[in-house]
């Protein structure tokens, strides 16, 4: 593994478990407030925080553990993952789709990244491909 694809992966298990991190010491009842906008209420809104939460920080780990045979799989999952959740938020939450603060811009760069470690676990250095 080059340290070029080592800093892929450090930058995007970094996204991935401080967006855990701060989702779990951010206000629930704000957290709640907002999922309650996508159409859950009440234990479903708290689930469905916890696990993304949980879910965000699993990616994180994962992303740090080198996966082998089924690393093409694990990009695409999180890349999934990330359109998934914009969806969601420019569907219910649209005020955050080019928030000032970029809550959304910064998943470009992530699919950028996936993008480039999908196509490097489908394409090995040293195999010739066009």
Known sequence: MNNNHVLLRLSLAAVWL?????????????????????????????FALYAGIALDGTLGVLTLINLRARQKWFWLTQGIVI?????????????YTLHP??????????????????????????????
């Open 83 to 95: 359109i998934a959740y914009s969806f969601l938020i420019a569907v219910f939450l649209p005020e």
């Open 18 to 46: 401080l967006t855990a991190w701060a989702a779990w010491l951010y206000p629930q009842e704000q957290s709640i407030a907002m999922i309650e906008r996508t159409g859950l209420h009440g234990n479903a809104a708290i």
């Open 101 to 130: 603060f970029g809550m959304l811009i910064k998943n470009l760069p992530m699919l950028a990244i996936l993008w480039i470690l999908w196509h490097e676990s489908n394409h090995p250095k040293g195999v010739d491909h066009v």
